[in-house]
């Protein structure tokens, strides 16, 4: 049987992840999509995405993204379901995710080198019109030789994270403006997130501090952002 594997390191919010225990299988990774707690900055609900969408959107809308075939993306297999469940084959990435390796010290170079990766597989989704719509160092993952990998294309793309009138799905700190206010997002809402992430890196704290919840979406809505030379005054002005 395989085993559940923790969700925190895969980035997956509304799915359950599954690492086959057999060698042979050892690079697949199983998602399975069903009726599950959608936790918020806002609180928890339960959502169903499959009630939403339509099994049949979900496995169409998933497929697109795994078309995506780019070394910094993990790779779909395969995509299907059981009648009331979907299930995303997925490359198994072996390694820590980016939110767990900057809780202690990181070289300069690592850290340039995971955000350059990071943006060239951004700009191929881009270039191949797919949005990721949830940018977040849990959803960035470094494998054992160095290699930086998007993970949740698949579920990003399948609208797991879609606005709803007064539910947003996501992490709040990482959406730009725009999604935070419920508008049409493109390729800008991943780069601004990406944007976030290099803030946090270079200064060593949340964009916004600690805020939470409905104070955090109103000031990301603003589209407030502090200069990061009040928190490292080594940076450049410009």
């Known amino acids: 049987p395989d085993m559940p594997i923790d969700d925190s390191d895969m980035g997956c919010d509304c799915a359950e992840s599954y690492e086959p225990r057999s060698a042979w299988?050892?690079?697949i990774a199983t998602l399975e999509i069903a009726e599950q707690d959608a936790i918020t900055d806002n609180g928890q609900e339960t959502w169903n995405l499959l009630e939403e969408r339509g099994i049949d959107n979900?496995?169409?809308e998933a497929r697109s993204a795994g078309m995506l075939s780019h070394k910094n993306i993990v790779t779909i297999y395969d995509v299907s379901d059981d009648g009331d469940t979907a299930y995303i084959f997925m490359e198994y990435v072996p390694g820590p995710t980016v939110d767990r390796i900057l809780t202690k010290p990181a070289t300069s170079t690592l850290i340039f080198d995971i955000l350059r990766q990071t943006a060239e597989a951004l700009d191929y989704a881009h270039s191949q019109q797919i949005v990721h719509r949830d940018v977040k160092p849990a959803n960035?993952?470094?494998?054992?030789?160095?290699?930086v990998k998007i993970a949740d294309f698949g579920i990003a793309t399948a609208n797991l994270f879609r606005e709803q009138p007064g539910v947003l799905k996501g992490k709040f700190g990482y959406m730009s403006p725009e999604q935070a206010r419920g508008e049409k997002v493109?390729?800008?809402?991943?780069?601004?997130?990406l944007s976030v992430i290099f803030w946090e890196i270079a200064t060593g704290r949340a964009l916004h501090g600690g805020l939470g919840g409905e104070a955090l979406l109103d000031i990301?809505?603003?589209?407030?952002?502090?200069?990061?030379?009040?928190?490292?005054?080594?940076?450049?002005?410009?």
Do not use: F, N
């Open 25 to 27: 299988t050892r690079q």
């Open 58 to 60: 979900v496995i169409l």
């Open 140 to 147: 960035i993952m470094l494998r054992e030789d160095g290699v």
């Open 186 to 193: 493109d390729r800008r809402s991943d780069v601004y997130a």
């Open 220 to 238: 990301v809505r603003s589209g407030y952002v502090e200069s990061p030379c009040a928190y490292a005054p080594e940076l450049p002005t410009e």
